[in-house]
């Protein structure tokens, strides 16, 4: 793959589902089903050298943040990203295959390139028109999933096998934490979280409720919680320390549960855990803001 325009893009916690050279384009797809080209997959469908792709994705990392009004070129992406809603401070996204680093431009960015280089360059091309036009219907995702033969997996798999192998681990007399917070895990799979062997939301509400049950002396109240045993599916990579033997919560203390969960957790935790996790969702930081917001009280309007 190419090499960075920068060194200073953060890593995604995410790994390459599948990456092809088809055509002479590099191109592939993220774990998150995010599709992309390489550097040099753009420099190649935009019929433009790559050192000039590298100089433009420069030009945006100089001017972001700095509030200068951009020029040029740099005014064009600075319009069409902005209006598209795009808000990081480079044009790739670095992450990790084989333990060496790799450089995806995603669909939006692509797009600008190829419709700049189309349509607005000093010396446009017919290889970037032919590309435009050939996207502008068939768009780029689908392009990069037909040429690479990839088909999307099932969202719900990682989600849905927990279920299934938690569905009678209850200890009699007690509640588990993973069932009581499936509502919120819903939620987030369809807000577009790909949740994973990455992103696993019940370990966060399981520290903080744990810290707040001992913080607040509960066993008092409540009795003793206990530990059960629970097993991952085995394409977990934590199964392989099965089994866990996670807390079992007496069922007296549920109605305490459910009131600190939607009092404090969801107002004041899952907001932290949720930005924290803007690496692994293909809309970065805006997506994570907007599932952040998820809990947040709706204001009535006057």
Known sequence: ??????????RLDLGVEVEGDVDGIEMGVLENGMAYLTQRGLSTICGAARSTIQEITKEWEDNYGSGLEPRG???????YLREAGYDSYTLYMEVERNGSPHYAYSEIVCMAFIEFFAFEAQRTNNTAMANFRRLARYGLNKFIYDALGYRPTDKWIYFNDRVSLLHDASPPGHFILFKETTGMIVDLIRGGLPVSDKTIPDISVGSHWGRYWTDSGLERRFGE??????????????????????WAYPDEALPEFRRWFREVYLPTKYPSYILKKANVLSGGKSQAEALASLYTPKQIGG
């Open 1 to 10: 793959m190419a090499l960075p325009a920068t060194h200073s893009q953060l």
């Open 73 to 79: 070129r740099a005014q064009f992406f600075s319009n």
């Open 225 to 246: 919680r206990i530990k059960f045993e629970h097993n991952y599916p085995n394409y977990y990579p934590q199964s392989m320390s099965n089994p866990q033997t996670p």
